[in-house]
């Protein structure tokens, strides 16, 4: 297991102040000298420019560091390219946020305790749908924010998320639709199987035409299918299986579909929450219905969950808006505050424990809550 101390931190910068440097790099090196974790890297940005910072390694056998534009796995930060093209299509008049799934997608959501004319396409985007988890079609049920829920076999077959969603819909709902909050990773197949149904395109065709190339996105992506490598310049991606870390960077993420499948870097990452919360790629009354949110029961933290939006209070009582992803080999945490700063922090290991994902967090909060 490759560690660094604050020495060892490799690092560059486009453009801009070195706000918060100090706090981030340490919060940062934690990640790789306390808890184990094989490489980390940074991405701040603000008006002024980007600056970038890496700890450990990008690649454990190579010894080499983060490359400064990796490529990620960016998983349930999909959720949120997802929910803005649903609300484009609601501005456009296509969709209705409040109007029952079955208007879409009649009679696929249907199961014991589950019926399409009682769920709300905003009951999907906010998690408040009450239908079962998806993941457990694959043997393990993810905590909130994880999609780590395949073995070797479904690491490289291409999933029928229609299937998926049909079999997982033979269990029994989890509660009345609007009754609570319950991050479900079948909401968002369902969303996607929407943006399909109305528009007559693939959910990566809507994405990219209406999101990834209107903002100059060059190095985000949603996947082919089929498509099980990373395109440009990446670290590898660990996975802890019996004992190792096994190199996990190449998978097809057609299980995780609208879910989770996108491909990313941080810089892009700041870019498309950026231009979101500045209301770039929303009419106003639906970003403001994206922010609209119902709260998150996770104890100590005050997070609340919009439209395939998180909005998180910080240490120094900012208010953060973003998401994060979960998906074997990585993870991806970060935010926007209404100063203009962006953070997306990433590391080349799901954490395996509850702490190491807890100090992921923290080198966004000291990266966010940095003033100049």
């Known amino acids: 297991m490759a560690g660094c101390d604050s020495g060892d931190v490799q690092q560059g910068r486009t453009s801009g102040a070195e706000i918060g440097r100090a706090d981030a790099v340490a919060a940062l090196n934690h990640l790789v000298s306390g808890d184990k974790l094989p490489g980390a890297q940074v991405v701040v940005s603000d008006r002024d420019g980007v600056w970038v910072a890496a700890a450990g390694v990008g690649d454990i056998e190579r010894g080499t560091p983060f490359p400064e534009d990796a490529r990620v796995r960016i998983g349930s930060n999909t959720k949120t390219f997802v929910a803005t093209v649903v ?8 969709v209705e946020l409040d109007a029952a799934v079955e208007k879409y997608l009649p009679g696929v959501v249907q199961g014991p305790g589950i019926d399409g004319n009682r769920i709300t396409i905003r009951n999907l985007l906010q998690h408040t749908s009450g239908l079962p988890e998806y993941a457990a079609e694959f ?9 780590d829920i395949y073995n070797e076999q479904t690491r490289w077959m291409r999933t029928d998320i229609t299937e998926v969603v049909r079999n997982a819909l033979t ?38 035409r209406r999101i990834i190339e209107p903002l100059g996105l060059r190095d985000t992506y949603y996947p082919g299918p089929d498509e099980t490598e990373i395109r440009g310049p990446h670290p590898v991606g660990y996975s802890g299986l019996g004992g190792a870390l096994v190199d996990y960077t190449n998978l097809n993420p057609s299980w995780a579909g609208a879910a989770g499948a996108m491909v990313s870097t941080g810089a892009d990452m700041n870019r ?12 106003a009354d639906q970003l403001t219905e994206m922010k609209r949110t119902v709260p998150v029961p996770v104890p100590g933290a005050s997070i609340g969950y919009g439209l395939g939006l998180m909005r ?58 940095a003033t100049p």
């Open 171 to 208: 269990a029994p709902a989890d509660f009345e639709p609007g009754a609570q909050w319950a991050y479900s990773n079948t909401n968002y197949a369902l969303a996607g199987m929407v943006i399909e149904k109305v528009t007559g395109e693939t959910v990566g065709a809507e994405i990219t």
């Open 312 to 369: 998180r209070t910080l240490s120094c009582g900012k208010d953060s808006w973003g998401h994060g992803g979960d998906i074997d080999g990585f993870e991806t945490r970060g935010g926007v505050t209404s100063d203009g700063r962006a953070v997306t922090v990433s590391v080349n290991q799901v954490p395996e424990q509850s702490q190491a994902t807890a100090d992921v967090g923290k080198v966004v909060d000291a990266a966010l809550c």
């Open 139 to 147: 043997g393990v049920a993810p905590e909130p924010g994880q999609l």
């Open 87 to 94: 609300l484009q299509l609601v501005a456009e008049g296509k």
């Open 272 to 283: 498309f929450f950026t231009a979101l919360l500045d209301g770039r790629l929303l009419p």
